[in-house]
Nanobody
Framework: QVQLVESGGGLVQTGGSLRLSCAAS????????MGWFRQAPGKERQFVAL????????YYADSVKGRFTISRDNDENTVYLQMNSLKPEDTAVYYC????????????????????WGQGTQVTVSS
């Protein structure tokens, strides 16, 4: 079992920044892939970014590349999502997720393959 708790969401103006945190109940160095997803009202949940345990490599959705940065703090068992230059279209509930291990450890796990999810944190970007 892994509990994931997100925090850091809120209301921000266009062009502003927020940093989301995802605290895990077990050491994140043992988790193959930590991912961030988001879901806007009436839309499907979509991938945002991931961090792989192996080599610390990262991967981003094209829509956030260059604006968002994912990072891990193994000492704090926390994954962060630094979001800069926010746009109204970034408005969504943001979820972190853990992929414990398997085929996709060195790749990009499909959404359905993640093992655990947090409860989400709301991010609202006003125009």
């Amino acid at each position: 079992q892994v509990q994931l708790v997100e925090s850091g969401g809120g209301l921000v103006q266009t062009g502003g920044s927020l940093r989301l945190s995802c605290a895990a109940s077990r050491p994140i160095f043992s988790i193959c892939v930590m991912g961030w997803f988001r879901q806007a009202p009436g839309k499907e949940r979509q991938f945002v970014a991931l961090s792989r345990r192996s080599g610390g490599s990262t991967y981003y959705a094209d829509s956030v590349k260059g604006r968002f940065t994912i990072s891990r703090d193994n000492d704090e068992n926390t994954v962060y999502l630094q979001m800069n230059s926010l746009k109204p279209e970034d408005t969504a509930v943001y979820y972190c997720a853990a992929y414990l291990g398997g085929t996709y450890c060195y790749g990009n796990p499909p959404l359905r393959n993640y093992d655990y999810w947090g409860q989400g944190t709301q991010v609202t970007v006003s125009s």
